[in-house]
């Protein structure tokens, strides 16, 4: 099949390049334009553009969905299907009606749990013990179309979303190639997603990433865990923000927030078990050991996290 793919994020480029690799061809690329980033603001291109030059595709880069050039483009591309991985925009109707066999999306869930933006991150919080990856057929809603395929993936208990999202990323390549080659041969159709079992991944926000330590430890592990890399997990600390990577549970107890630095190790009590701290990241600094950070604050008796902020 003539191919158009769509992608922006590090963990598109495994499926693009899976496609590149098979007998369909990728005709061109659709990606998001080049940002801003860094304290210099320089603009970079996504990664899917990087590796889509590098394997010398054509590359569109519409700043909307709904720009009349790219439905041209489309048009005179003429393709069969648009296999689509984290784009990162809507896609109009008038846009979805183009391709022979419309755009199929390889979404990290199974669906029809965690339809939404940020599904590896809400299953992590949640503590789900099994997540994985779904193709369906684009429509309207938001990740309501029907199901072509799934692979499972078991949630590992030392899992970050950016850990299991990469995972995702190369199991759910040859799901989404594997999908592309029933689709050509007529042999795959999808099916309409259950009524039962819905739930939704609404991105998360920085102020959802935030540590209540008057939590129990097991769903403070989990937020955090389920925040790293992005948007990154944050507490306070004397009036100002400290973020906080994965931490380890323990046996001992401590009162709520209380921070008990040690030699070699940092502990703060939380509802039921302290947890001990790992990379912790202050304002405008880089990350540090917490035990480092702990003797350059001078940690002292009573001193709690979770403050505040002024």
Same mark, same amino acid.
């Given at each position: ?36 980033? &860094? ?14 030059? +590098? ?23 003429? #393709? ?7 784009? &990162? ?20 869930? *199974? ?27 684009? +429509? ?24 299991? *999202? ?8 040859? %799901? ?75 046996? +001992?107890?401590? #009162? ?20 001990? *701290? ?17 003797? &350059? ?7 709690? %996290? &979770? +403050?505040?902020?002024?």
């Amino acid at each position: 099949m003539r191919l158009i793919f769509a992608g922006t994020p590090q963990v598109a480029v495994p499926s693009l390049r899976a496609l590149v690799g098979s007998d369909h061809e990728v005709v061109s690329v659709i990606t998001r334009p080049d940002a801003k980033v &860094g304290r210099g603001r320089r603009l970079e291109p996504s990664p899917v553009k990087v590796v889509a030059q +590098e394997l010398g595709l054509p590359v569109l880069t519409p700043r909307s969905a709904t720009d009349p050039d790219l439905v041209a483009a489309l048009e005179g591309l003429a #393709p069969d299907c648009c296999p689509v991985v984290a784009y &990162g925009a809507l896609l109009p109707e008038q846009v979805l009606d183009i391709p022979t066999h419309g755009w199929v999306n390889l979404h990290f869930s *199974l669906l029809p749990a965690w339809r939404g933006a940020a599904p590896v991150q809400r299953a992590l919080i949640a503590g789900d013990e099994i997540t994985g990856a779904s193709t369906f057929r684009i +429509e309207a809603g938001l990740d309501t179309g029907p199901v072509y395929g799934t692979m499972t993936e078991r949630i590992r208990p030392d899992d970050t979303s950016g850990a299991l *999202l990469d995972r995702l990323a190369d199991a759910g390549a040859p %799901l989404l190639l594997a999908t592309m080659d029933g689709i050509a041969t007529g042999e795959l159709e999808p099916q309409v997603q259950p009524t039962e079992g819905i739930s939704h991944a609404a991105k998360l926000t920085v102020e959802d990433a935030r540590v209540d330590l008057t939590h129990p430890s097991m769903a403070i592990d989990r937020l955090i865990r389920g925040c790293t890399p992005a948007p990154g997990a944050w507490t306070s600390f004397r009036g100002e923000r400290l973020k906080l990577g994965p931490v380890g549970i323990t046996d +001992e107890t401590l #009162p709520v927030g209380v921070v008990d630095a040690r030699k070699r190790e940092v502990l703060v009590g939380t509802a039921d078990r302290a947890v001990r *701290l790992g990379e912790v990241t202050p304002l405008g600094k880089k990350p540090m050991p917490a035990a480092d950070w702990a003797r &350059g604050v001078r940690i002292a008796d009573g001193d709690r %996290l &979770g +403050e505040e902020t002024p």
